[in-house]
């Protein structure tokens, strides 16, 4: 079965910094998609960016970025500029093409620090 | 486009009594989900519709939960009856469908707090 780690389960940022997220998962597959979902305090999952694991350039929405490193089972998500309204859970986040069943990691909650 | 409606935002019930939820999906979505999230948990699966059909719903305990897609588009979830452990986020999300490629995609709506005493 598949699994998402995100070993982060609090981090904070200095507003106008940096931050990295981290998630690692484990699958046995070739191709298969990883998305970060943003959760504000109203609770709603909204999506961030996705990446296609056969794709070997990493995602890009603006101020947020992925690293993919296909080999190492490893999806970090780089929030440049953060801005207080980039407080939120973020969750990581596995499927596989046509499965349509999203497993999710525990989450990491992100404070911006004014 | 209109997202994803979920109502109501909050319920608050004793234990042992009944609860439904409602979720109308973005329109022209096939596929409707909906997921428990517990505090301090991701979400997890509950059931899976492709239009009015179940495409999946091994994780929902079936003594207490049941789901119906009404015409294969709106949803409800209801509960019944419901106990201390049921007290969690209750998310509505859907996607275009299977064959649709856009990376199966879902979008989620605001979700309803359940909290059982």
């Known amino acids: 079965a598949q699994t998402v780690t995100q070993s982060q389960p609090e981090m904070s940022v200095q507003e106008a910094e940096t931050v990295t997220l981290s998630c690692t998962y484990d699958?046995?597959?070739?191709?298969?998609?990883l998305f970060w979902y943003k959760q504000p305090p109203s609770r709603q999952m909204i999506l961030v960016i996705r990446?296609?694991?056969?794709?070997?350039q990493n995602a890009t929405e603006n101020r947020f970025s992925v690293n993919f490193q296909k080999a190492a089972k490893s999806f970090s998500l780089k929030i440049s500029d953060s801005q207080l309204g980039d407080a939120a859970m973020y969750f990581c986040a596995y499927d596989l093409p046509g499965n349509e069943k999203l497993t999710f990691g525990t989450g990491t909650r992100l404070t911006i620090i004014p | 486009e209109a997202g994803v409606a979920q109502s109501p935002r909050y319920k608050i019930i004793e234990k042992r009594q009944s609860v439904a939820f409602w979720c109308n999906p973005i329109s022209g979505h096939a596929t409707l989900y909906w997921y428990q999230q517990i505090l301090g948990q991701g979400p997890k699966l509950l059931i899976q519709f492709q239009n009015n059909g179940v495409v999946d719903d091994s994780q929902l305990p079936k003594d207490r939960f049941s789901a119906e897609r009404l015409k294969g588009v709106d949803s409800t979830l209801k509960i019944q009856p419901a106990k201390l452990e049921d007290s969690a986020v209750y998310l509505c999300?859907?996607?275009?469908?299977?064959?649709?490629?856009?990376?199966?995609?879902?979008?989620f709506g605001p979700g309803t707090r359940l909290t059982v005493l």
């Open positions: 990446q296609e694991a056969y794709k070997q």
């Open positions: 999300a859907s996607s275009l469908g299977i064959l649709a490629g856009d990376g199966d995609t879902q979008y």
């Open positions: 699958t046995s597959e070739s191709d298969y998609y």
